[in-house]
Each structure stands twice: as structure tokens, then as C-alpha cells.
């Protein structure tokens, strides 16, 4: 059973952070991801969190971002996404739009070929 609770506590905590965290295209953060509804992508561990890559800035307090999984599944919705610490493929039907009061520890910057791709799949997708 997912918790729901729970995520509703720490998104309180979230919302309630005074600063905003500078971030930037290409970079790969953790984000406090959440509990979501059916086959929507869900945050892990006690900040409910998962590695997200950001697709777009939209404004220096929001951007477009894209769940990463390590789970190959669906070709077509998936784009490869690697870095030291993370290897794994972005979910291009889970495109989200986050306040970068969620984002919680910067990664790294994906490489600049393996991000044109994904904004091409991405293209073809929409």
C-alpha cells in the first residue's frame, strides 16, 4: 500500500523550505519525487526521492523534468542516461514540471550527445 500519509508530512517540510537551489539543463538531482496515483512514478525512501534529469528551465524557481529509472523497459518512452553514479534511462512519458524547493542533492550534468538524443526522443514523442 503506498504512503500516502506519510508523503503528505514530508511535502509539508518540502514546501515549507525558505531556499531555492540554483540548477540548470542537462543536471541530474535527486528530488523529493513523491507518492503518486496509479502508474505514475514514485519517490523512494524516507524523502520519498528519485534521480530526475532537468529537460527545461521555465523560471529560476521551476523547470521541466524527467524521472530516471534503472529499469529498461519501454524503448520508445526511455531514453539511456549515464553518469558516475547513475546509469539508467529517463521516462519520457512521465514529464513533470517540479519547484526547485524539491530538488535535494545535485549529481552531475549529463554528457551534451546523450542529452540531444533524449530531447529528440523526446520531440518525437510529443
Same mark, same amino acid.
Given at each position: 500500500?503506498?504512503?500516502?500519509?506519510?508523503?503528505?508530512? /514530508?511535502?509539508?517540510?518540502?514546501?515549507?523550505?525558505? @531556499?531555492?537551489? &540554483?540548477?540548470?539543463?542537462?543536471?541530474?538531482?535527486?528530488?523529493?519525487?513523491?507518492? $503518486?496515483?496509479?502508474? /505514475?512514478?514514485?519517490?523512494?525512501?524516507? $524523502?520519498? %526521492? *528519485?534521480?530526475?534529469?532537468?529537460?527545461? @528551465?521555465? +523560471?529560476?524557481?521551476?523547470?521541466?523534468?524527467?524521472?530516471?529509472?534503472?529499469?529498461?523497459?519501454?524503448?520508445?518512452?526511455?531514453? +539511456?542516461?549515464?553518469? %558516475? %553514479? #547513475?546509469?539508467?534511462?529517463? =521516462?519520457?512519458?512521465? #514529464?513533470?514540471?517540479?519547484? +526547485?524547493? *524539491?530538488? =535535494?542533492?545535485?549529481?552531475?550534468?549529463? /554528457?551534451?550527445?546523450?542529452?540531444?538524443? &533524449?530531447? /529528440?526522443?523526446? *520531440?518525437?514523442?510529443?
Amino acid at each position: 500500500m503506498k504512503d500516502f500519509d506519510g508523503w503528505n508530512v /514530508e511535502k509539508k517540510k518540502v514546501d515549507n523550505q525558505g @531556499t531555492q537551489k &540554483l540548477f540548470h539543463e542537462r543536471e541530474i538531482w535527486w528530488a523529493s519525487f513523491g507518492v $503518486n496515483i496509479g502508474r /505514475e512514478q514514485d519517490g523512494r525512501g524516507d $524523502n520519498f %526521492e *528519485r534521480p530526475v534529469v532537468i529537460l527545461k @528551465t521555465l +523560471s529560476p524557481d521551476t523547470f521541466i523534468c524527467l524521472p530516471l529509472s534503472t529499469k529498461k523497459r519501454l524503448p520508445n518512452f526511455q531514453s +539511456s542516461v549515464t553518469h %558516475e %553514479e #547513475i546509469h539508467g534511462f529517463a =521516462l519520457l512519458d512521465q #514529464i513533470r514540471v517540479f519547484d +526547485s524547493k *524539491r530538488l =535535494l542533492r545535485k549529481i552531475g550534468t549529463m /554528457e551534451i550527445s546523450e542529452f540531444t538524443t &533524449l530531447k /529528440e526522443k523526446m *520531440r518525437k514523442l510529443l
